[in-house]
C-alpha cells in the first residue's frame, strides 16, 4: 500500500465516506434532495477512483491500452446510473444525460478550458491533427445516432420499425467504435492521457497489479450500488427542486458523471498544455457518442425497465448536432483564444436555459 501517494489516499478515503454517507442516507430514508446530492458527488469521487485504477492497468501495456481502458471502463458510473434509470422507466432524463454529457463536454467544458487558459497564458496553440480526428469521429457517431429521429420527424416508411432502426443503427456505430480500437493501441487519439506534474516520476511509483484490479472492482460495485441510491432518490428530488426530467438529465446527471474528468480538462489548460487538454475533453465526448449510447441502445432490450430509443425530441438532436459541429469546427485551426471559451459557455448555458421547463 506504499505506492499510494497521499493524493491517491485522499481519494480513496473519500469514495469510501461518501459512499459510505450515501448509503446510510438511502437505507435510512432521509431527505430526498440530500440523499440525491450526496449520491451524486459520491458518484463523481467513484468515477475519480476508477479513472486511477483504469490508469494504472493501463500504464503496464502502454499509452495506447490505457486510452482503450479509459474509453471502456471510464464511463462506468453512467453506465451504472443510464441502466437504473431505465429499469425506473425515466427514459427522458437518460436520453437528456447522455446528449448532456456531450454537450458539457464540446461546449461548457471546452469553453472553460479556453477561457480560463488564454485569460492566463494568452493565445494557446496546440496540435491539431488529434482533435480533429476525435471531433470528425463524433461528428459522424452524432450523424448516426440523429437518422432514427429524422426518419421518425420526416414520416419515413422507417419509423413503423423504430426500434430495429435503433439497433441497426447502434450496431453500426459500435462496430465503428470496435474498429477504432487497434487506432487506439498504436497510439491514435485515444490513446491521449494526462502528462505528469514536472518532477513527479521520481515520486510516482506503480500500484502493484492486484491493488490495481481491486481497486477498480470494489470501485465498480460501489458505483453500481450508489447509482441505485441516485435513481431512487432522482424523481422525488426533482419534484421537491421542481425541475424538469430532461433539465435534470441535461445539466445535473450529465455534469455528476463527468466532474472529475471536466476539472482534469480545465486544470490541464490552466498548467498550458493545450494539447493534452483538448484531447482529453473531447476524447469524453466521443466515448459517450461512439461507445455509451449504442451499447446502450442494446442493453435496453435485456435488462428489463424501458427501452432506450434514439428517437429524441428535435431539440436535443439540434443541440447535439451544434455540439459537435461547433467543437469540430473551433479546434481545426490548432489553437484557442479566451474569447473562443467564453462564446462556447454562452451556448452551453443558452441550450441549458431552453431545456429548464422540459
Not at 473551433?330 to 451556448?347: N, Y
Amino acid at each position: 500500500m506504499s505506492a499510494l501517494r497521499r493524493s491517491e489516499w485522499i481519494t480513496l478515503i473519500a469514495a469510501l465516506a461518501a459512499s459510505a454517507l450515501a448509503g446510510l442516507l438511502s437505507l435510512s430514508r432521509a431527505n430526498a434532495v440530500l440523499v440525491f446530492v450526496v449520491t451524486a458527488a459520491a458518484l463523481a469521487v467513484l468515477a475519480s477512483v476508477v479513472g486511477l485504477a483504469t490508469q494504472q492497468l493501463g500504464e503496464r501495456l502502454g499509452p495506447g491500452a490505457t486510452g482503450v481502458l479509459q474509453s471502456g471502463l471510464g464511463n462506468l458510473p453512467e453506465l451504472f446510473v443510464s441502466i437504473f434509470a431505465l429499469r425506473a422507466g425515466l427514459v427522458t432524463v437518460v436520453q437528456a444525460a447522455l446528449v448532456g454529457s456531450i454537450l458539457a463536454n464540446s461546449l461548457l467544458v471546452l469553453g472553460l478550458a479556453f477561457l480560463i487558459g488564454g485569460l492566463k497564458h494568452g493565445t494557446q496553440r496546440f496540435e491539431a491533427e488529434a482533435p480533429r480526428v476525435i471531433s470528425t469521429l463524433t461528428l459522424l457517431a452524432v450523424a448516426a445516432l440523429a437518422v432514427p429521429t429524422l426518419a421518425h420527424a420526416l414520416h419515413t416508411p422507417a419509423s413503423a420499425h423504430t426500434d430495429a432502426l435503433d439497433i441497426a443503427c447502434a450496431v453500426v456505430v459500435l462496430a465503428v467504435f470496435v474498429a477504432s480500437v487497434p487506432y487506439s493501441l498504436r497510439g491514435g487519439p485515444g490513446a491521449v492521457s494526462a502528462p505528469r506534474e514536472a518532477g513527479d516520476e521520481g515520486r510516482r511509483t506503480a500500484w502493484p497489479l492486484w491493488l490495481a484490479a481491486t481497486v477498480l472492482a470494489v470501485a465498480g460495485v460501489g458505483a453500481a450500488f450508489v447509482s441505485d441510491w441516485f435513481v431512487a432518490a432522482l424523481n422525488p428530488a426533482i419534484k421537491v427542486l421542481h425541475l424538469s426530467q430532461a433539465f435534470t438529465g441535461l445539466v445535473v446527471v450529465a455534469i455528476a458523471g463527468n466532474a472529475v474528468e471536466n476539472v482534469v480538462g480545465i486544470q490541464l489548460a490552466a498548467r498550458n498544455r493545450p494539447d493534452y487538454a483538448v484531447s482529453v475533453i473531447l476524447n469524453s465526448s466521443l466515448q459517450v457518442a461512439l461507445g455509451l449510447t449504442p451499447m446502450l441502445v442494446l442493453l435496453s432490450l435485456v435488462i428489463g425497465g424501458a427501452h432506450l430509443t434514439l428517437v429524441l425530441p428535435g431539440l436535443l438532436v439540434a443541440a447535439l448536432g451544434l455540439a459537435a459541429l461547433l467543437s469540430a469546427t473551433i479546434v481545426f485551426d490548432g489553437e484557442s483564444i479566451w474569447l473562443e471559451g467564453a462564446a462556447l459557455i454562452g451556448i452551453y448555458g443558452i441550450i441549458a436555459a431552453s431545456f429548464w421547463w422540459g
